[in-house]
């Protein structure tokens, strides 16, 4: 009997170690579990963190291809400007030598001054064989009222663009774009506009834009021309606007201190400085390369000049006749002298508004696109040869 007892005991003390042995085994195993569960957890985080940083990592070697993409350009439109500068100092030093240590026959300074002159005054070679001029103002089409007070509004002059480039105010950074003329007059403010942010804002109403560039007007501590390519959304040059002094070419568009303008024949300059305060200037600039071609000074007073274009090689300046919204053109410059003011018809535009803030001609459809209190107007110019006159 005691035998069975102790039999029955070390029965019940066994089964008592085996179920602490597996209570043991059980924690561990919970241990276990809960130790892989974390380390799921921190790798599934350090996999995300990864992808993260390489994410970054792509895009921030994107940013840097774009950068040195960007910083090639500029280098590249520095290195051109070098070279205008070299040309320019080249030539002044052709025009300018070294001064003699003798005195020098004030006969021969005298020649020198008249060939200078010869030389300012010398014909301008056309580039084309256009010899139109404007007749009458056939019709005028007021097309809507969008933006401020004054502003530009243009088609690309290149042929066969269809695209319209709105300038809104006379100190901003953003060109609005349309597809087209329809998209424009339908659209309603800017809201079909496709955004162009430049990288400085512009000053004044004359800009221009020609084959798919933006030429604008920049002014800091002196003034500049900067050619920026809308395709690329880079500038492809800039330079500075040589005139010393410079005051607004138009007595009533004090925001335009110079004016930009394309027919025909390219990219023009009209501009106004103390040295001929009371006239407005006009400067023939290579659309390439954004050199000064050549300068004429005109008869063309600024007082009471609302603003001017070009046609064919030919200024016409644009005044207000002091009675409401009626303005005329009253003085035209030839380039080519076959034009005089006394020639030249007098033209009147229909009455509008208010005056205009900025006249930009399209050669391509030889129409006026006009900027008047926020009005976007458009005039149907009929021409007629100038030896007709």
Known sequence: MRGLVVLVTLACFATAQHQTLIDYLERRLLAIEDRISLWHEQTARYASELRELKQ??????ENLDKEKETLRMNLDGV???VDRVERELDY???????QPCVDVDDKLIEQQVTLVE??????????????????SIKAMKILKRVGGPKGTWTK?????????YIFNGTDEDTIHEFASVQDFSRSLGMSLSKN??????????????????????????????????IKNSSVTDAAVFPVQDHVPPYGLTPETVVDLAVDEEGLWVIY?????????SLAKMDANSLDNEQMWDTNCPRENAEGAFVICGTLYVVYNTNQPGRSRIQCVFDVND?????????????????????LKYNPQEQLLYAWDDGYQILYKLIMKKKLEI
Not at 118 to 135: P, R, T
Not at 338 to 358: C, D, I, Q, W
Request: glycine share 6%; proline share 3%.
């Open 338 to 358: 076959m034009v005089t003011n006394e020639e030249a018809p007098l033209v009147y535009f229909p009455k509008r508004y208010g005056a205009h803030s900025s």
């Open 272 to 280: 106004a400085s103390q040295q001929n305060e009371r006239y407005i």
């Open 196 to 229: 162009l942010k430049l990288p400085s804002a512009w000053r004044g109403t004359g800009h221009v834009v020609l084959n798919n560039h933006a030429y604008y007007v920049n002014q800091a501590e002196e003034i500049m021309v900067v050619k920026y390519d």
């Open 79 to 81: 290195g051109t400007r």
């Open 118 to 135: 010869e030389k300012q005054k010398a014909k301008y070679s056309k580039l084309s064989d256009c010899s139109d001029m404007i007749s």
């Open 56 to 61: 970054q990592m792509v895009s921030q070697l």
């Open 92 to 98: 002044l030093e052709t025009q300018n030598g070294a």
């Open 156 to 164: 690309d002059t290149s042929s066969g663009s269809g695209k319209i």
